[in-house]
Nanobody, 122 residues
Framework: QVQLVESGGGSVQAGGSLRLSCAASGYTYRMAWFRQAPGKEREGVARILTVSGSPYYADSVKGRFTISRDNAKNTVYLQMDSLKPEDTAMYYC??????????????????WGQGTRVTVSS
């Protein structure tokens, strides 16, 4: 089992920045950030292979968001810059301990955090 604890959400004006953190209770193979806006399905935002640090981004956030990790702390970060109102959502951290997970299919991610809210006002 892996417990995930997110932090760093909040409210910001459009164009602003926030940094989310996700601390895992143990080893992970791959971690990701998903988000879910009211009335919409959960969507993948960014994922990272924790061993290599290799990132992958959804098209909607490329060039604005940066995912990184600190393996010594079992923590993944999501730096969000140039935020837009459409980035408003609950952001969830997800993880898996085994290989795979190179997808946005939520069924491929067995561990989830409780979520942290991000609100971007225009």
């Amino acid at each position: 089992q892996v417990q995930l604890v997110e932090s760093g959400g909040g409210s910001v004006q459009a164009g602003g920045s926030l940094r989310l953190s996700c601390a895992a209770s143990g080893y992970t193979y791959r971690m990701a950030w998903f988000r879910q806006a009211p009335g919409k399905e959960r969507e993948g935002v960014a994922r990272i292979l924790t061993v290599s640090g290799s990132p992958y981004y959804a098209d909607s956030v490329k060039g604005r968001f940066t995912i990184s990790r600190d393996n010594a702390k079992n923590t993944v970060y999501l730096q969000m810059d140039s935020l837009k109102p459409e980035d408003t959502a609950m952001y969830y951290c997800a993880a898996r301990r085994s290989s795979g997970g190179a997808s946005w299919n939520t069924n491929d991610w067995p561990y989830w955090g409780q979520g942290t809210r991000v609100t971007v006002s225009s």
